[in-house]
């Protein structure tokens, strides 16, 4: 079973950058994830995918200010210009062929 | 635009069952794998159940099994979550996603709420 650990909440300030990462388990380092964003009282969103070779695709209407990256067994989710709708919950997903798994969450405020 | 609507979340006893249901709209559904999501007050994201584009194939969270069915129609662009026996951790927002293995999770619901109490 895929196993994913996100990073700790963090805060960062209005138009800086920040990166959220999402670390896999050594022996699934290879593995695609994708990222969620979630806003209080609201459905998550999802963000984008990544791959190990560090490829990323946004979903359909994402900012380009939300980029990907891959090193290893850690996936990166950079966030450029942070503005205030980006505060929130940031998911990492991983899957196999028979199941899905949610990385507990970071939380992202922007102050 | 790909939207999916959930239905039939309620307040149920520990022990009754409920039927959740999600419309899809926007896309070819039968082309795609779907999967439930839910997430406790407070908590994180929690993958319940998925199911494949014909509906062959199905695959449970453990704390789900036994208790969950997932189901769907192609040709009514519908999918399904019978949820008998329940307890109150089971107590969620139950999202409806689209799920693709090269992409991932990539759509959401905007999710029905089913609390179980007594």
């Known amino acids: 079973q895929p196993v994913v650990t996100p990073s700790s909440s963090t805060s960062a300030s209005l138009g800086s950058s920040v990166r959220l990462t999402c670390t896999l388990a050594s022996r699934q380092s290879n593995y695609i994830i994708a990222w969620h964003h979630q806003q209080p009282g609201t459905a998550p969103r999802y963000l984008m995918k990544i791959e190990g070779s560090g490829a990323y695709t946004r979903g359909r209407g994402v900012s380009d200010r939300f980029s990907g990256s891959s090193s290893g067994a850690d996936r990166y989710l950079t966030i450029a210009n942070l503005q205030s709708e980006d505060g929130g919950d940031y998911f990492c997903?991983?899957?196999?062929?028979?199941?899905?798994?949610f990385g507990g969450g970071t939380k992202l405020t922007v102050l | 635009e790909v939207e999916l609507v959930e239905s039939g979340g309620a307040s149920v006893q520990p022990g009754e069952s409920l039927r959740l249901s999600c419309a899809a709209s926007g896309f070819t559904f039968s082309n795609h794998w779907m999967t439930w999501v839910r997430q406790a007050p407070g908590q994180g994201l929690e993958w319940v159940a998925n199911i494949r584009i014909d509906g062959t194939e199905k695959n449970y969270a453990d704390s789900a099994k036994g208790r969950f069915t997932i189901s769907r129609d192609n040709a009514e662009n519908s999918l399904f979550l019978q949820m008998d026996n329940l307890r109150p951790n089971d107590t969620a927002v139950y999202y409806c996603?689209?799920?693709?293995?090269?992409?991932?999770?990539?759509?959401w619901g905007q999710g029905t709420l089913v609390t179980v109490s007594s």
């Open positions: 996603a689209r799920f693709g293995f090269v992409s991932g999770t990539d759509h």
């Open positions: 997903e991983t899957w196999d062929t028979y199941t899905s798994i």
